[in-house]
Nanobody, 115 residues
Framework: QVQLVESGGGLVQPGGSLRLSCAAS????????MNWYRQAPGQQRELVAG???????NYADSVKGRFAISRDNAKNTVYLQMNSLKPEDAAVYYC?????????WGQGTQVTVSS
């Protein structure tokens, strides 16, 4: 059974940084597009950033220049470096692995941005 396990969430002050990690198991990690989504209370889940198997990245406009997604295929792990965090970045962040009809999700990690 595929597992995606997120870590690195927590409470941070506005302007601070966090690095999320997502460790994958039981998939051929290197061939999957890996994405980070987030969902705030009362809002729809939205794509934050994605990285293809070839390393091409894309970002939501709201995080461009502040967030960076990367992957380490040797460790089966995808990262989301989040800098200059704002209160509106607060949400549950989910890791997603996608390839063709295969679509896997982690359990999410909470990010709270508050002074």
């Amino acid at each position: 059974q595929v597992q995606l396990v997120e870590s690195g969430g927590g409470l941070v002050q506005p302007g601070g940084s966090l690095r999320l990690s997502c460790a994958a198991s039981r998939i051929i990690f290197s061939i999957y597009t890996m994405n980070w989504y987030r969902q705030a209370p009362g809002q729809q889940r939205e794509l934050v950033a994605g990285i293809t198997s070839g390393g091409r990245t894309n970002y939501a406009d709201s995080v461009k220049g502040r967030f960076a997604i990367s992957r380490d295929n040797a460790k089966n792990t995808v990262y989301l470096q989040m800098n200059s965090l704002k209160p509106e970045d607060a949400a549950v962040y989910y890791c997603n692995a996608q390839r063709a009809r295969n679509d896997y999700w982690g359990q999410g990690t909470q990010v709270t941005v508050s002074s």
